[in-house]
């Protein structure tokens, strides 16, 4: 069973929306089931087949949660230092091109947010930063062709 590396705050995250899932979503999803029930023959009941594929995707998310929960590897980012990039480094970085100043965090797939600057351990910018140092500099193939950085800073915490 491969373990996932994930932050304490990205398994709180997971830990609340299982717990969400399977206390209000859930009871939520039944009582709907059984009012659908209630309007009589199940077969052209369009709310109760509705109600029942609900339920049958809320499970299966709550099935993955446990899954994804139970396999977690949570690391601790605040006992991490140094220079070199690794998992939970916080990493500024210029782009070559534009001058832009970009800002990530590595962190695991399931907590992973590039909008929020949290960006996957294996995305391909975090691929190519893993083992470098402030100074360095990177190219990162990406889907929208091949671009340059700089690494001004790293951080952990």
Known sequence: MEKIPMTAAGYAMLEQELKERTSVERPRII????????????????????AKEQQSLNEG?????????????????????????KFGATVTLVDEDTEEEKRYTIVG???ADVKAGRVSISSPIARALIGKTIGDNVEVSAPGGARAYEIINVTFG
């Not at 590897?73 to 990039?85: F, N, R």
């Open 31 to 50: 009582q709907a089931i059984s009012e659908a029930r209630a309007h009589g023959d199940l077969s052209e009941n369009a709310e109760y087949h509705a």
């Open 61 to 85: 998310r709550i099935s993955d949660l446990e899954d994804k929960l139970g396999r977690a590897e949570i690391i601790d980012v605040s006992k991490l230092s140094g220079s070199t990039i």
């Open 109 to 111: 797939d399931v907590e």
